[in-house]
């Protein structure tokens, strides 16, 4: 079949309606008469999105075309694994018996033996998107499921405003959702020479096009049709509205889907203020159980015009206990800490093996700063950032990080003076200036 938009139903005042999604899903599998096995991939946990009800449409579709086996695969990224019951919940699936054709539930994998090579980006290609800051070759592997024997390669995505990539969705799912170290760090370190400010918000952008480049290898090496569901939704008191379902085939299929829905999420997802913010508090769901996810809450944040200058954003999750949930990543943000690109580069002259994900993460946290060389440290914040988390006090101090007992952070936020605003369940929308 031709490759392109198969489907576009999008409701930006209202609920998409069960009937619109289950006539997106069957039109964009009508062409595919059998189907025996098919490779599901979907967001992790740390995404809010209607897979639930997607999934079930798309599996009760399938069983109808023969389905024999359909695997599901965890697109995490270097996030932690999920429990089965978390998989479960995620997909809608109450009772496993009712899925008789429901095979293995497996998470993505960064370790070597679960990667194929598919080739590299080169350095040319990325000195040209970071302006010449970073011009290192990218090594591709992806999981090699992807070369698996299946008949179809289903990917849900959602799409939202984000740090690294414009908008989250798409080919973003492949790259670097299954893809291994090389990728991910590459990615979030290329990423963080564009700056946040130059990607969060915006389509088309330099670290979309490197996405968009790695993807394009990755699909050559596919052995199976490869098919896009880009889903779009708000959250309503924790519970999630479905806006819009945008589906494609092959890799401008792909494109296509990611573009429809990024233009929808612009419209959906970014909320204008007319006036810098001297103190907000973006008080994030259960979902954000470490300071890696929660790091969310300053990215959405960083507009510029958005935060008077030297503002301070508290990220307010008593839940959260560490920075990451791998041991070994939580003590490489712990042995950093949080500073501006400058330090962090000075830092890693003589490490080339950190982790650049890490430094990457430090960095987007934090924001833009004042180095000095002689003295080794960063000043002059653009904003300020503290925790409001389980996480104490004198550690946070040791990272750079401010704190605030968040037992009492409702009733201290009344006293705070200036522009400031407390964001129920924080982290998911862009403020812009306008």
């Excluded at 799912?173 to 090389?182: D, H, L």
């Excluded at 712990?334 to 000075?346: C, K, T």
């Excluded at 409001?388 to 750079?400: F, N, R, Y």
């Excluded at 409702?410 to 812009?432: C, H, P, V």
Aim: aromatic residues 8%; glycine residues 10%; charged residues 20%.
């Amino acid at each position: 079949m031709a490759h392109g938009l198969s489907a576009f139903e999008q409701n930006l005042y209202d609920r998409l309606s069960d009937e619109q999604v289950r006539s997106a899903v069957q039109k964009t599998l009508a062409p595919y008469s059998r189907v025996r096995n098919v490779l599901l991939i979907h967001p992790d946990y740390s995404r809010a999105d209607f897979s639930d009800v997607l999934f079930n449409l798309i599996y009760r579709a399938l069983a109808e075309k023969g389905l024999n086996r359909v695997d599901t695969l965890n697109a995490a990224g270097t996030h932690r694994a999920m429990s089965e019951k978390e998989k479960l919940a995620k997909l809608g699936i109450g009772d496993r018996s009712k899925f008789p054709a429901l095979g293995e539930m497996a998470d993505h994998s960064i370790e070597p033996s679960e990667l194929i090579d598919v080739g590299q980006l080169p350095a040319s290609f990325m000195g040209d998107k970071t302006l010449g800051r970073w011009p290192q070759a990218i090594p591709i592997r992806v999981n090699r499921r992807l070369q698996a024997d299946y008949d179809l390669v289903i990917a849900l995505s959602g799409t939202v405003p984000h740090e690294s990539a414009g908008f989250a969705g798409g080919l973003k799912v492949f790259f670097p959702g299954i893809a291994g170290r090389e990728v991910i760090d590459g990615l979030h370190w290329a990423a963080v020479q564009m700056g946040i400010p130059q990607l969060i918000g915006r389509i088309d952008n330099p670290g979309r096009d490197v996405i968009n480049e790695g993807a394009k290898t990755i699909f050559a090496a596919a052995r199976a049709p490869m098919i896009s569901f880009d889903m779009l939704c708000r959250e309503d008191d924790h519970a999630v509205v479905p806006h819009g379902l945008f589906t494609g085939v092959g890799y401008e299929g792909f494109i296509a889907a990611y573009t429809a829905a990024a233009r929808a999420s612009s419209q959906l997802h970014i909320m204008r203020i007319d006036r810098p913010l001297d103190v907000v508090v973006q008080a994030l769901g259960e979902g954000y159980d470490e300071v890696w996810t929660a790091g969310k809450g300053s990215y959405k944040l960083q507009p510029p015009g958005v935060m008077a200058l030297g503002g301070e954003i508290i990220l307010y999750q008593p839940n959260i206990r560490c920075f990451h949930s791998n041991p070994h990543m939580d003590v490489a943000i712990l042995e950093l800490g949080y500073h501006g690109l400058d330090y962090v580069l000075h830092a890693l002259e003589d490490r080339p093996d950190f982790d650049r994900n890490v430094a990457a993460h430090v960095v987007n946290v934090r924001g833009a700063a004042t180095y000095d060389r002689a003295t080794r440290r960063d000043s002059n914040f653009a904003f300020n950032v503290t925790l409001a988390t389980s996480i104490p006090a004198e550690i946070c101090k040791s990272v750079g990080l401010g704190y605030r007992d968040p037992k009492t952070l409702a009733r201290d936020f009344e006293t705070m003076s200036g522009q400031k605003l407390w964001i129920r369940n924080g982290g998911k929308m862009l403020y812009a200036r306008g």
